[in-house]
């Protein structure tokens, strides 16, 4: 499920480092894979 969701918010090649709430928002902190980190954005 979680997968799912990843995939859908178009997070999948990334680490989530938290959410929070803020007001009608839900604000996800994210950072790229260690291996991702490196690669060209247009690839």
Request: proline share 5%; charged share 30%.
């Amino acid at each position: 499920m979680k997968s799912l969701l990843l995939l859908a918010l178009g997070l999948a090649r990334t680490v989530v480092l938290g959410a929070r709430i803020e007001a009608e928002r839900i604000v996800v902190s994210v950072r790229p894979y260690k291996r991702e980190q490196r690669r060209c954005p247009v690839c």
